[in-house]
């Protein structure tokens, strides 16, 4: 059954500038590993890293929840509720509003990239049209490996640079983690492939 409600989704990656970030329209129906497939493809990882969200419940007293994590913490005291693997096979529709709440999505624990994902609209569903979607954002996603916004950063003042004498290594390094020539500024939605979340949740099950 095609599902009623398309999400549209802003998610960016925190502390870069000029800002990295990809607008996504997602069913209302998806799970946690369906979204964080999806978001693998718009920004280019390549899901070789672990990740987690993390939903926080801010009410009108200003009173916070614990934060809840969906998968491993990436603190070895985390103080909030913890909802293991299958916990990713729970409706994001619970947990992301427009009114309420606040999900971030971190991706590898050693570079630490934090996205924040905002609900910007709620679409009725098109016949014909096939999701996940992605219809807008800024900027190719950062190579995987780089060490994080500020290794990132870094990297990209020696490629801006062709007198820096480690330039030629960076950008072939940066063309082998994408696959292709690396260029930081250029992203065009309709060039995003999404893959199928439930043939990766099969091949991450076999190992």
Request: proline share 8%.
């Amino acid at each position: 059954m095609a599902p009623k409600q398309i999400y549209q989704l802003k998610i960016t990656l925190q502390e870069i500038e000029p800002p990295i970030w990809r607008r996504i329209l997602v069913p209302s129906t998806y799970d946690f590993w369906q979204l964080h497939c999806a978001i693998q493809d718009a920004f280019g990882w390549t899901d070789s890293h672990l990740h987690q969200f993390t939903y926080t419940d801010s009410y009108t007293d200003h009173k916070v929840n614990k934060p809840i994590v969906f998968g491993i913490p990436y603190e070895a005291e985390f103080e909030g509720e913890v909802v293991p693997f299958a916990g990713w096979q729970h409706n994001i529709e619970r947990y992301i509003t427009s009114d309420i709440g606040n999900i971030l999505y971190i991706y590898d624990f050693g570079d630490m990239w934090q996205h924040t994902i905002e609900l910007e609209e709620i679409l009725p569903y098109e016949k014909g049209i096939k999701y996940p979607r992605c219809i807008g954002g800024a900027r190719n996603g950062p190579p995987e490996d780089c060490g994080g916004p500020t290794g990132y950063e870094n990297m990209l003042e020696v490629l801006f640079d062709p007198t820096d004498p480690d330039h030629e290594d960076t950008a072939e390094w940066a063309d082998s983690m994408k696959g292709n020539t690396f260029c930081p500024e250029t992203f065009d939605p309709s060039k995003v492939k999404f893959t199928s979340s439930g043939a990766r949740l099969k091949r991450l099950l076999e190992h």
